[in-house]
């Protein structure tokens, strides 16, 4: 992630105060931060697949995928697209963030991790590169088969180009301008059959890969999205109960309102972030009921599991929810 889509005023998800050591321009609208402690501490472990939340001016709050060195234990990088229809945060970034000023950071979390396998296809568009260099770079490292297909509009356009590795014929890039059209089914189709499939780019991209990996097992398809897809309408049109397990309070979900809203409008707390169901850190665990999913982050078996929802979007198809919070 790297785009404005991400969030507004959120929940207290700043954990550390770190300062941009470096800024520099990929391409002519992506900017990428080096951001590090301000006393040279070590800063916290991540791994690939992991975005941190930056807080700005007047409380945005924006998650973007970490894309350097996940073995540099002093810095973080993350890289900025421009929004010219965004809300906000990117036009901060770009027009107004410079070396020496402080940020808020919290994370780094993790709702796209690779796991393990002998053979991965990465499928990236645009600034939807920046979660999959670090899982490239994984692969590589560990002799995995794997394969990267990067679109985007022209090679002028698409950041980090010059650090993908070059040899065994491994990265293939598909610019428009060129008349080179990644061919998303086709690719996903040649995939062995245990492959492990990432995606992270434009909706529509996202949505080509879901439906030429569907028939594949649980999990073999992971997507990342800059912002939330349209949804059905919820399950169920009438309010419902959520019961908070440690406090014993009972509150109820309006059919305008989000569990997350009646919640902190009954003086409970929890961490949240996005608002849109992209990020998983409102994820909470479900105790009884039956939610209604209606996020961007939990797979197949977790939604089938039922034992955690991200009340920031999601619903209840019962008439009451018990959560641990």
Not at 40 to 67: E, I, M, T
Not at 70 to 91: L, N, Q
Not at 145 to 167: C, I, K, Q, V
Not at 266 to 285: K, P, W
């Amino acid at each position: 992630m790297g785009v404005d889509g991400g969030g507004g005023p959120g929940g207290p998800v700043a954990s550390t105060t770190l300062r941009v050591v470096g800024r520099w321009s990929a391409t002519d609208d992506v900017v990428v931060l080096t951001l590090a402690d301000p006393a040279g501490h070590r800063l916290r472990d991540w791994a690939p697949g992991a975005h941190v939340d930056v807080v700005l001016a007047g409380g945005l709050v924006r998650q973007y995928s970490l894309c350097g060195d996940r073995f540099d234990p002093r810095t973080y990088r993350v890289a900025v697209r421009r929004e010219r229809d965004g809300r906000g945060g990117s036009a901060h970034v770009h027009d107004r963030l410079a070396v020496g000023d402080l940020v808020g950071v919290g994370g780094p979390r993790n709702t796209l991790p690779l796991v393990p396998a002998e053979e991965y296809l990465f499928l990236a568009g645009g600034i939807g590169i920046t979660p999959l260099l670090p899982m490239v770079a994984q692969a590589e490292r560990l002799g995995a088969d794997w394969h990267l297909a990067y679109a985007g509009r022209s090679r002028s356009g698409m950041p980090f180009l010059d650090e993908l590795p070059t040899g065994a014929g491994r990265v293939s890039v598909h610019a428009s301008d060129e008349g080179d059209r990644l061919d998303v089914a086709a690719r996903v189709a040649g995939a062995g059959a245990a492959a492990r499939i990432y995606c992270c780019g434009p909706a529509s991209m996202v949505a080509e890969v879901e439906r030429a990996g569907a028939g594949r097992g649980a999990g073999a398809v992971r997507t990342e999205r800059f912002s939330a897809p349209a949804q059905d309408a919820p399950v169920r049109s009438a309010p419902f109960e959520v019961v908070l397990a440690r406090s014993g309070r009972t509150v109820v979900v309006d059919t305008g309102t989000t569990v997350l809203q009646a919640i902190e409008a009954a003086g409970g707390r929890v961490l949240s972030s996005c608002g849109q169901g992209l990020c998983g850190t409102c994820e909470t665990t479900v105790l009884d009921g039956v939610p209604d999913h209606r996020d961007s982050v939990l797979d197949a078996d977790e939604r089938a599991a039922g034992d955690c929802l991200l009340v920031c979007v999601s619903r209840s198809c019962s008439d009451r929810l018990v959560l641990d919070a």
